[in-house]
């Protein structure tokens, strides 16, 4: 008789010349029964063996990946994370592009402070196409500064938005700076400055203010004021006002630690104001 019977091990089947079938086990002599369990174990050693061997034959593609990582510049970075928004905006909209290439129509000008923990879309909550954005340095805004003007011409005559906010932020690199008495160099000490006039013209509020970190807070909140009244001394403004009664001026501070936003001042449109700032013949 030379039929081969199979049992099932734990390592699959094995076939045993010979055999018959018994409950538990084949039939065969005490040496074929060893060389049995020898091939047993064997595959099961080689099953182990491959199992621990796997991460390493991935290493040198971790290696290669680390490798990859380290060699891409920062910039290129985003390069490619703006690759991956927009096929997300696509999958979630495939005509989100078509929209935003054919109109701009926002409601909101934003003139915010350059610092990169204040972008004005994302603690809005709002949309590329919803608000027209101009930042600089504590948020300014200097009627020598043809920049501002510019955008402030564009979006109050061209893009006709109906309110202009002045967002200023709590733990501005800015208004610390205008409040010492170190020199930065010309540049910066000119644009600081106007951060100097507004605390010269609140000096007797902020010095009481003991605790500095509430003395620079106030005068956070005290710059916002001052730069939503400038917007109103422009005769941009002042046109816009007569002639169509908008935009409405809006003075906000953010908070870093807590990312609400304080309404701290506003002017409607035909607020008035020092008689010397009205232009009587628009
Ligand atoms: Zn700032």
Same mark, same amino acid.
């Given at each position: ?7 099932? +091990?734990? +390592? ?22 060893? %060389?049995?369990?020898?091939?047993? %174990? ?73 610092? +990169? /923990? ?16 101009? /930042? ?24 006709? !938005? /109906? ?15 205008? +409040? ?6 010309? !540049? ?11 605390? /010269? ?8 203010? %003991? ?72």
């Amino acid at each position: 008789m030379n039929r081969a019977w199979r049992r099932k +091990s734990s +390592s699959g089947f094995v076939t045993e010349p010979g055999a018959r079938p018994t409950p538990g086990f084949s039939r065969k002599g005490k040496g074929q029964k060893a %060389k049995g369990n020898w091939q047993v %174990k064997n595959r099961f050693m080689l099953i182990v063996f491959a199992f621990c061997s796997l991460p390493f034959a991935f290493c040198p593609l971790l290696f290669g990946f680390c490798l990859f990582s380290s060699a891409m510049k920062s910039y290129e970075k985003l390069l490619r994370d703006n690759k991956a928004w927009a096929a997300e905006q696509l999958k979630l909209n495939p005509n989100y592009f078509d929209g935003l290439a054919h109109l701009q129509t926002p409601e909101f000008l934003w003139i915010g402070c350059s610092d +990169s /923990r204040v972008p004005a879309n994302e603690i809005t909550g709002t949309q590329p196409g919803e608000i027209f954005v101009h /930042r600089n340095v504590a948020n300014l805004v200097i009627n020598t500064d043809v920049n501002l003007l510019s955008v402030l011409d564009y979006a109050v005559n061209h893009l006709k !938005v /109906r309110h202009v906010i002045v967002c200023g932020h709590y733990g501005c690199g800015g208004i610390k700076a205008a +409040s010492t008495t170190t020199d930065f160099k010309p !540049v910066l000490n000119m644009w600081l400055r106007s951060i100097k006039d507004v605390y /010269r013209l609140h000096r007797k509020e902020l010095d009481s203010i %003991k605790n500095e970190e509430e003395r620079y807070d106030r005068l956070v909140e005290l710059n916002v004021v001052e730069q939503v009244t400038n917007l109103a001394k422009t005769s941009i403004v002042q046109r816009a006002w007569k002639n169509e009664n908008r935009p409405h001026l809006h003075g906000w501070v953010y908070g870093l630690k807590d990312g609400i936003i304080k309404p701290v001042f506003e002017m409607n449109a035909g607020t008035p104001m020092d008689p010397i700032y009205e232009y009587t013949d628009l």
